[in-house]
């Protein structure tokens, strides 16, 4: 196969199309590029403009499954700079991960606090349509004690 087939078989993307496919805004893009989390992207000959083929698309989006978890900015940079580092970082990279897992654990308890709070909520409006005073009372009163949990978790 000549050069000229060779370049045209291969799949390229612009920070457009990178963000549309990856869920990251072309500034975050940016951004991460030009702090180090995403390695420098070649540019067009001619435009000067991004172009990502293939491989930068596939780091790009496990960058971007790393920002859907929250992870921060610091910790994504320690992440990749660790996986330059190959297996001799394997600690730190589970040491890291490891840390996310359970600050994602913390979000869902909490998470799933509020979503109790709502459904107390939906069944004390119920109650009250109902004109079971009563209940709604029940109700209103497991709603505070929940409220007063979210609190002292230190979520609202």
């Known amino acids: 196969m ?3 087939s060779i370049q045209a078989a291969r799949r390229t993307y612009t920070i ?17 590029e030009s702090i180090g989390i995403i390695a420098p992207v070649s540019r067009g000959a001619s435009s000067r403009h991004r172009v990502y083929d293939e491989g930068d698309l596939d780091r790009v989006m496990w960058i971007a499954c ?5 992870m921060s ?13 190959g297996p001799a970082a ?32 939906i069944d004390y409006w119920r109650a009250t349509d109902a004109g ?3 209940r709604a009372e029940q109700l209103s009163d ?6 007063r949990d979210l609190k002292r978790a230190g979520r609202p």
């Open 2 to 4: 000549d050069g000229v």
């Open 16 to 32: 457009k199309e990178t963000a549309a496919l990856t869920g990251l805004p072309a500034s975050t893009l940016r951004y991460y």
């Open 66 to 70: 790393l920002a859907a978890t929250g």
């Open 73 to 85: 900015v610091g910790d994504m940079k320690r992440y990749v700079a660790n996986g330059e580092l």
């Open 90 to 121: 394997a600690r730190a990279q589970v040491e890291l991960l490891t840390a996310q897992q359970r600050r994602l654990e913390i979000e869902a308890e909490h998470i799933a606090l509020r979503q109790r709070y709502v459904a107390l909520k």
């Open 132 to 134: 079971d005073e009563s």
């Open 142 to 147: 497991e709603a505070l004690r929940l409220a």
